[in-house]
């Protein structure tokens, strides 16, 4: 139903809008809510049980990370009398509220929902869940970067991009190749941001405009396999060259955009002294490298 449809996709629009505009947790907390309210109809509207399984495990995932944000932002509340999103102060809010916004983006150790529920869900419903639905707990992680456990970040950061290097190496089926791909990307996100949050913006940036890329790339040729990527070639030879570029710069391969973010990012922790957490982030990215050097040989 079409009137259904806007519906959804203007509280989808207006939940991120709430989210990033507000200053109070608990705006931001309805807003995320509304987001991920708005969502289900979108991933349930193909009537399959896969489509069902999958917006049944985000929808549970979403509102244990929904809850546990409202107990952190309750807590720091109890103990300092601020609601605002900038006073986080108290060291247990900001621990569990790290958790929680880690388990709403699909970082490690809390992941293992993006690639089952990717997997479950159309192209379409995948770029949106790739894209969109990352900006409103990325902005409330840029918003809160000064008062959080630079340690846990930068742990939880580590982890991620080894797990999506890791992930994606014995995988045929393209959607789970990028849920692996978007869990480094945002390991590299994290890892930065404690020192340079701008850096953060611009790896998020070039992060969406790619993402976005591949996936419309993967519906305009219907592919959601490697063999059905390998027999594209003959049917759309421009497409499939571009896709291959796109992976080429998601990847991080210069001469391409996606090397500027990764280049600048371990400039900055090198000058931060730490030297040993940006080389395993250089040879974490020769792992997602491998898979997508793979998919373009293909």
Known sequence: NPITLSVVLTSLALGTIFTVSSSHWFLAWMGLEINTLAIIPIMTQHKHPRAIEASTKYFLTQAAASALLLFSSLNNAWLTGEWSIMDLTNPLSCTTMTVAICMKLGLAPFHFWLPEVLQ??????????????????????????????????????????????????????????????????LGWMVSILPFSPQLMILNLTIYLIMTSTMFLMLKTISSTKISSLATSWSKTPTTTALSLLTLLSLGGLPPLSGFVPKWFILQELTNQNTTILATTLALSALLSLFFYLRLTYI
Do not use: D
């Open 120 to 185: 479950g869900i159309n192209l379409t419903t995948g770029l949106i869940l790739s894209t969109w639905q990352k900006l409103a707990p990325m902005a409330i992680l840029y918003q809160i970067a000064p008062t959080l456990n630079t340690p846990l970040l930068l742990a939880l950061g580590l982890v991620s991009t080894l797990v999506g290097g890791w992930g994606g190496l014995n995988q045929t089926q393209l959607r789970k190749i990028m849920a692996f791909s978007s869990i480094a990307h």
